[in-house]
């Protein structure tokens, strides 16, 4: 019982590492926690229902997974091999358009919930 709560204990450590670390290095991650906090704002303000916000702030949370993902993508990529490749611009530009179409997703499910309140 003891070791698997201090395996939980170090995933979540190596989990918080890795998170600092893209939040050091990608001016895009801070730029997407600057935008969370603002739209959990609204979101916290805004007439909805609870599921509506636990909806849209998993959302945002979600387009930051995205980014870590894309960061991961990009680290390894370039720690294959710095000469341009055709397989090595893929990679990274897939990982780009992963991010790019889950903040659309956030963007789509905060338009329904817009919407919703005109209605």
């Known amino acids: 019982m003891w070791q698997q709560v201090m395996r939980v204990k170090q995933r979540a450590i190596w ?12 001016g895009s991650l801070r730029q997407w926690l600057v935008a969370n906090v603002v739209f959990a704002v609204f979101a916290w303000v805004l007439p909805i229902t609870a599921g509506e916000r636990g909806m849209l702030i998993m959302g945002g949370i ?4 995205a980014e ?6 990009e680290r390894v990529v ?3 091999g710095t000469e341009r490749r055709d397989a090595a611009k893929q990679a990274k530009d897939s990982g780009s358009a992963a991010v790019a179409v889950t903040a659309m997703a956030v963007g789509a499910a905060w338009l ?8």
């Open 15 to 26: 989990s918080w590492e890795g998170f600092m670390h893209v939040a050091r290095t990608e």
């Open 62 to 65: 979600l387009v930051l997974a």
């Open 68 to 73: 870590c993902l894309n960061t991961a993508i």
């Open 78 to 80: 370039d720690d294959v």
């Open 112 to 119: 329904c919930v817009i919407v919703g309140l005109w209605r």
